[in-house]
């Protein structure tokens, strides 16, 4: 079965340090997301790719990068932790823009 | 004033009961998604719909495009129905990706 995965599950970093969140899908979709959810203020866009070689920077971008180098996979940097960067994330992946979205099981950050 | 408001913000009932959690935006939409977190923290996608009525199970989604209005109703709710409850507005075009989020109902069924 198609499926979305987040790796790791749980992270544990200090400030300062370059992070990478992996999100793999097999539904052959085009477009991938990745989103950070907090108390009180719900899912929020933080980058976004339509395609390959394709990225896009979403409402809460500073601080992460993400690239676009096949159509399964939209890893997401953080280049420095900070502790406003704590939360749990989660990648999700859509075939087209108008066609519902599928969410991965997210990844617990917690930077120190 | 955020753009997706969904009400109530929690919402506690006994099993059986018939369940009513709205939404309303104040965004040009294409669809509109409802979304399921469990008490774990998966998240699952129930239904988009951009016009009318849909229903799955014991699920039903309704909107109401003129007025930008839609609800989620759950029927004979069950303890397993515990979960927040998510609304999304597609909002199609302009630079900031395609989903904006309610920040979600709380609901907690009591056997």
């Known amino acids: 079965d198609a499926e979305i995965t987040q790796s790791p599950r749980h992270k544990i970093t200090e400030t300062g340090r370059q992070v990478t969140l992996a999100c793999h899908q097999t539904?052959?979709?085009?477009?991938m997301f990745w989103y950070r959810q907090d108390l009180g203020h719900g899912l929020r866009l933080i980058h976004y790719s339509y395609g390959v070689h394709d990225t896009n920077k979403g409402e809460v971008s500073d601080g992460y990068s993400v690239s676009r180098s096949n159509t399964e996979d939209l890893p997401l940097t953080l280049e420095s932790a900070a502790s406003s960067q704590t939360s749990v994330y989660f990648c999700?992946?859509?075939?087209?823009?108008?066609?519902?979205?599928?969410f991965g099981p997210g990844t617990r950050l917690t930077v120190l | 004033k955020n753009e997706v408001e969904q009400s109530p913000q929690n919402l506690t009932a006994q099993e059986g009961e018939f369940i009513t959690i709205n939404c309303s935006y104040s965004v040009g939409i294409s669809a509109l998604h409802w979304l399921q977190q469990h008490p774990g923290g998966g998240i699952v996608s129930l239904f988009m719909?951009?016009?009318g009525k849909k229903k799955h199970g014991r699920l039903i989604a309704t909107i109401n495009i003129q007025e930008k209005h839609s609800s989620l109703h759950i029927t004979a709710s069950h303890p397993r129905d515990s979960a927040v409850y998510i609304c999304a507005a597609l909002h199609y075009g302009g630079s900031q990706g395609n989903l904006i989020f309610g920040k979600g109902t709380k609901l907690s069924v009591k056997p």
């Open positions: 999700a992946s859509s075939e087209i823009t108008v066609t519902e979205q599928f």
């Open positions: 539904w052959n979709h085009n477009n």
């Open positions: 719909l951009s016009s």
